[in-house]
C-alpha cells in the first residue's frame, strides 16, 4: 500500500528563501533521483518560516532503501547537507495513509 511522508522543516527567521532556493537548485536535483516529491510548499500565513515537503513511497521497505541510498550520495551529504542543517530549527516527520476517497492514494 502507497503512503506519504510528510516532512516539515522550520527554518531560522531570515533564512526561508535561503533554503527554499538550495532546494530547489541543489536539493531537489539530487534527492528526486531517489525519491518522488509530490509537493512542497513554504508558509506566508500562520506559522512562519516552514516548509512542508510530501513524497511518496510504494511501502515502508521502499522507504528504507530509498532514504538509505541517498544518505550514500556524496551530492546530498556534501553539497546540500552541510548547507541545508544550519539553516533549520525544527524537523517533523509524519506517515499519511490516503482514505479510500482521496484523490492521490
Not at 500500500?1 to 516532512?7: A, I, L, S, T, V
Not at 532556493?21 to 506566508?44: D, H, N, Q, R
Request: hydrophobic letters at 40%.
Amino acid at each position: 500500500m502507497k503512503f506519504y511522508e510528510m516532512r516539515t522543516y522550520t527554518t531560522k527567521v531570515g533564512q526561508l528563501a535561503n533554503y527554499v532556493k538550495l532546494f530547489e537548485t541543489i536539493g531537489a536535483p539530487i534527492i528526486t533521483k531517489y525519491l518522488k516529491l509530490v509537493g512542497f510548499w513554504y508558509s506566508e500565513v500562520g506559522e512562519m518560516n516552514q516548509v512542508v515537503h510530501i513524497w511518496e513511497y510504494e511501502n515502508f521497505e521502499d522507504r528504507i532503501a530509498k532514504r538509505k541510498a541517498l544518505y550514500k550520495d556524496p551530492e546530498w551529504c556534501n553539497d546540500f547537507l552541510p548547507t541545508a542543517g544550519p539553516m533549520l530549527v525544527d524537523q517533523k516527520n509524519q506517515i499519511l495513509f490516503a482514505a479510500n476517497f482521496s484523490p492521490i492514494k
